[in-house]
């Protein structure tokens, strides 16, 4: 695993080159990316950090969407926005998220899963644009920390009750009444609201509206696969209890998820509605996770590697839209065709991978969770049903109005598209649709 | 990686004329008459020797970065031609055609031979395909009713 930090750590001595930074950073992922033929359960292993399948492939997603970060947030060094200081955060987050997925201890993964908080709110709060980026950030932090020091809590009990943190190590729990119960619930909350889940998902739109693009990007690229993968973790030591409770989750899930599909059709602000559908995506993949069937366990991983890389390209195109107009807004941005025809196919690509068609991995994800929920209760499809139909007409909803029409008339001059730009998207779009191909690569 | 960054970069820098041509070839096509009768089609030959430094400038007084610096054409074109080769050409090309040829990925194609060979020894010696006691019913602990107490049984 060193092998990967510390190329990483040696590439913050370079955060004054942003070129340097920028091809690094793809090098390392085509070394990573290098590293899968790999037959035995746990590899790579030292230092208690060692990757097994689920934790490749969120490393893997980490270092591409950090790469992808680099080349879209040119913004940054264009005005010489602290460009040295922007890279050093990028790197800072890039390794927490190394070491939260890599690390085979329940504490070491819990550090590293709060300490990727910071960069995130230096982030959010030193590049944001505007000022409600404060309470943005303050409704994050605090949302994440109040319901994660639970965690700590039942994670130090754990230690003292089996005797050790380390995650393959862990054995179920035997149930003992109540208190069993109360540890359940306060070691899954925390994943339940990093997912995040529909009751305690306020933070969301707030940061991700607020956040620049890099915030954006790696927020909905990879932090929110951080309550997956740490539920996917957390879930083996709570399996009888998780049985009980999986009903809530998927319940709240589901019909969380039509609300909120229904909230997003009456979104205006471009950034808010594709956060609004990331919330969508992401309980999905709850329900995938508590249900704990293969296939569920196999969906959840193709989706969050979908739609980390589906949303996070949105949200390029979002921000492109953004740097041009200085506005967010749906009512402002509209006709884009006229102006930029090229981005007008990322555009369709990106949203109809959004609203799982094929071939993209969402397609495989969803339709591998659909199956999972159907064969837990047959109840579920008519939560699914509209879900599933929302997600499309919203997605086509943004899609249509920002392309399609009239261009809005105050609209002066817009620059066409750069190959960077191009690139970015590109490279988010080519994995999607091409990696259901051999979709073995992300599965569990 | 960074020695190698700074000889592109240097050797872009130096041979600047990479970038634009050595020799332009500046043809007039308007054939209109002017005050004569005969018609004069000038054909100039311009050298772009190393001397003319201010011409250089004016080709790249209409440059369109490519995105990845907005100040330096040079830097430009190479961060454009180092960001693509490695992004696309090994990331994309080199790491998809190593993932799309990996052998037997995850002992997929090991475990099914090996299931059609167990099925085919199963079905010579007239075994069912799977044995009903796979798990022996001694070695089965099931817990009692006042271990299990008012839990529920899910299935």
């Known amino acids: 695993m060193l092998k990967f930090m510390i190329p990483l750590v040696v590439l913050i001595k370079y955060s004054k080159e942003w070129k340097i930074v920028q091809v690094g950073m793809f090098f390392v992922s085509f070394i990573l990316s290098l590293h899968c033929y790999h037959n035995f359960y746990l590899f790579s292993v030292g230092f208690n950090l060692g990757m097994d399948y689920i934790s490749y492939i969120m490393i893997m997603l980490s270092f591409w969407v950090v790469s992808l970060i680099l080349i879209s947030s040119q913004k940054v060094k264009k005005l010489d926005n602290f460009n040295s200081m922007f890279i050093m955060v990028n790197i800072m987050l890039l390794v927490f998220l190394v070491l939260t997925f890599s690390s085979m201890d329940y504490l070491m993964f819990y550090i590293s899963f709060e300490a990727s908080l910071i960069p995130t709110l230096i982030l959010i ?3 944001g644009y505007q000022p409600e980026r404060i309470q943005a950030g303050i409704y994050m932090l605090f949302y994440t920390l109040a319901f994660s020091l639970p965690l700590l809590v039942s994670l130090l009990v754990y230690y ?12 179920s729990l035997s149930g003992m009444g109540y208190v069993s119960k109360l540890w359940y619930i306060s070691t899954v909350l925390a994943f339940m609201v990093k997912l995040p889940m529909f009751m305690f998902h306020l933070w969301l739109p707030k940061a991700h509206v607020e956040a620049p693009i890099a915030g954006s990007m790696i927020l909905a ?24 409770f999986c009903w809530l989750w998927v319940s709240v899930s589901i019909m969380g998820g039509v609300y909120i599909s229904l909230v997003c059709m ?13 919330v969508v995506h992401m309980s999905l993949v709850l329900c995938g996770i508590v249900i704990f069937s293969w296939w569920g366990l196999a969906g959840c991983m193709i989706l969050m590697v979908g739609h980390g890389l589906c949303s996070s390209g949105l949200f390029c195109l979002a921000n492109m839209v953004y740097e041009r107009t200085g506005s967010r807004s749906l009512m402002v941005n509209k006709g884009l065709l006229t102006f930029m025809p090229s981005m007008g196919l990322w555009w369709f690509l990106l949203s109809v991978s959004n609203m799982a068609s094929p071939p993209s991995l969402n397609l495989m994800g969803e339709i591998m969770l659909i199956l999972t929920m159907l064969s837990w209760s047959k109840l ?11 997600s499309a007409s919203y997605t086509l909803y943004m899609y249509s109005l920002s392309q399609h029409g009239v261009f809005y008339n105050s609209l002066y001059s817009c620059c066409s598209g750069k190959v960077n730009e191009y690139l970015s998207l590109f490279l988010h779009w080519l994995p999607l649709n091409i990696m259901i191909l051999n979709s073995t690569l992300v599965m569990i | 990686m960074a020695a ?12 600047q004329r990479l970038l634009q041509p050595s020799v332009v070839r500046a043809a007039g096509i308007s054939t209109s008459k002017k005050n004569k009768d005969t018609v004069t089609v000038t054909d100039v030959i311009t050298d772009h020797g190393k001397s003319k430094t201010e011409s250089s400038e004016a080709a790249s007084k209409n440059w369109i970065s490519w995105g990845f610096d907005h100040y330096s054409q040079v830097e430009d074109n190479s961060t454009m031609h180092m960001t693509f080769f490695v992004a696309v050409t090994l990331c994309l090309v080199t790491t998809g055609f190593v993932w799309s040829y990996l052998p037997d990925f995850r ?33 089965i602990e099931l817990p009692d009713d006042e271990e299990l107490g008012s839990r529920e049984i899910i299935i």
């Open chain 1, 266 to 278: 009456r979104q205006v602000d471009m950034k808010s509605l594709i956060a609004y559908s990331s």
């Open chain 1, 160 to 171: 003292s009750v089996s005797g050790s943190l380390i995650i393959n190590l862990s054995s």
């Open chain 1, 125 to 127: 709060l030193g590049w």
């Open chain 2, 4 to 15: 190698l960054t700074r000889l592109g970069a240097l050797s872009l820098r130096l041979n």
């Open chain 1, 380 to 390: 579920t499809i008519f939560g699914i049903s509209l879900l599933s139909f929302f």
């Open chain 2, 107 to 139: 002992m997929r194609d090991w475990a099914q031979r090996e299931a059609f060979l167990e099925l085919r020894r199963r079905e010579a010696l007239g075994l069912p395909a799977i044995d009903p006691d796979l798990v022996p019913l001694d070695k």
């Open chain 1, 221 to 244: 690229g990879v932090l929110l696969k951080l309550g997956g993968y740490g539920l996917i973790r957390v879930l083996i030591m709570f399996q009888e209890n998780n049985k009980e």
